[in-house]
């Protein structure tokens, strides 16, 4: 699934070429997109809006318009969004396109038809954002005193506390593991009993985590591209995530695998020492 250095890279990489550009003709070919809202009536709402932004929220795209409407992209997990010159090439898996005016296309491609797009009325947004995510991880105002806050009283293990979208905006599963290996703080570790100096290193170790991917592009690891076609190359420096039984960099220990807020984790049992 797409985290937040993903969809960070897709924003980056579409913003230059959706700001002020219009919609010219939208054709939304799933009905799941958009459901329950209707995807015709959706699509004609779209046509003629001008695009103002192109921000991120978590794991959202959010394409805003002059209008004062905003177009709430949610990738899931194999969500994709394409920019090309003409009409892209044939592909069963396309569940939109999108025909700006200086005729290049914006195509939606989705294997596993989860992802979303929701059209919010003006001020409707980020009442809708505010109810379903908690703080943004690489905000200047995320500090070690924030996340503690979101971590107070928190009995589930830290790995589940921090995939928890309503405390952490944005981090998923690979990154959830990386962030606590640049810790050294063992995934399941009571997320409540963590001291200041845990605490301190989780801060760090989760921006790190995220910085790293964005400035990677992100991860390729199957569906996942960026808006030209390419490929992210984070999955090349992962430290943990998908290494079982290969030698820790830090110290040579072989990565392990257990399950954790029912996901696959990967950790080093020597530098992640688990908690008494």
């Given at each position: 699934?797409?985290e937040l250095?993903e969809?960070?890279?897709?924003r980056r990489?579409?913003?230059p070429?959706l ?11 799933d009905a ?7 995807p ?9 809006e001008r695009?103002e932004a ?5 794991k959202?795209l959010?394409v805003?318009f ?7 992209v949610?990738?899931r ?5 394409l920019?090309?010159?003409g009409?892209?090439?044939d ?8 025909q700006?005016d200086?005729?290049?296309?914006l ?5 596993r038809r989860?992802?979303?797009w929701l059209l919010?009325?003006p001020g ?13 991880p690489?905000?200047?105002a995320?500090?070690t005193k924030?996340?503690s806050e ?7 293990p830290v790995?589940a ?5 309503r405390?952490?905006?944005?981090v998923?599963?690979?990154?959830a ?11 399941l ?11 301190r290193a989780?801060h760090r170790?989760i921006r790190?985590?995220l910085?790293?991917g ?6 390729t690891?199957?569906?996942?591209r960026?808006p030209d076609?390419?490929?992210?190359r984070?999955q090349h ?7 079982e039984?290969q030698p820790?960099e830090r110290?040579g220990?072989p990565?392990?695998k257990?399950?954790?807020a ?8 020597n530098?992640?020492?688990a908690?008494n």
């Amino acid at each position: 699934m797409p985290e937040l250095p993903e969809v960070e890279t897709v924003r980056r990489r579409l913003e230059p070429v959706l700001v002020g550009r219009r919609l010219d003709r939208v054709e939304i070919l799933d009905a799941r997109l958009t459901r329950p809202e209707d995807p015709l009536a959706v699509a004609v709402e779209l046509v003629g809006e001008r695009v103002e932004a192109v921000d991120r929220r978590g794991k959202y795209l959010i394409v805003r318009f002059e209008s004062g409407r905003a177009l709430l992209v949610h990738l899931r997990m194999t969500g994709n969004l394409l920019h090309v010159v003409g009409r892209p090439e044939d592909d069963p898996h396309r569940r939109a396109v999108v025909q700006l005016d200086d005729g290049t296309v914006l195509a939606y491609r989705d294997v596993r038809r989860f992802g979303t797009w929701l059209l919010a009325e003006p001020g409707q947004a980020e009442p809708y954002l505010d109810a379903r995510l908690g703080r943004e991880p690489l905000a200047q105002a995320f500090t070690t005193k924030r996340l503690s806050e979101a971590l107070a009283g928190r009995r589930a293990p830290v790995k589940a506390a921090i995939l928890d979208q309503r405390r952490l905006a944005g981090v998923g599963n690979i990154y959830a593991d990386e962030a606590l290996w640049r810790a050294r703080i063992h995934p399941l570790c009571p997320a409540g009993e963590l001291g200041q100096d845990e605490l301190r290193a989780l801060h760090r170790g989760i921006r790190a985590a995220l910085n790293a991917g964005i400035e990677r592009q992100g991860a390729t690891l199957r569906d996942y591209r960026t808006p030209d076609g390419g490929s992210g190359r984070m999955q090349h420096e992962f430290k943990v995530y998908g290494r079982e039984g290969q030698p820790c960099e830090r110290c040579g220990r072989p990565i392990e695998k257990i399950r954790a807020a029912g996901r696959g984790t990967w950790f080093c049992p020597n530098c992640q020492p688990a908690c008494n």
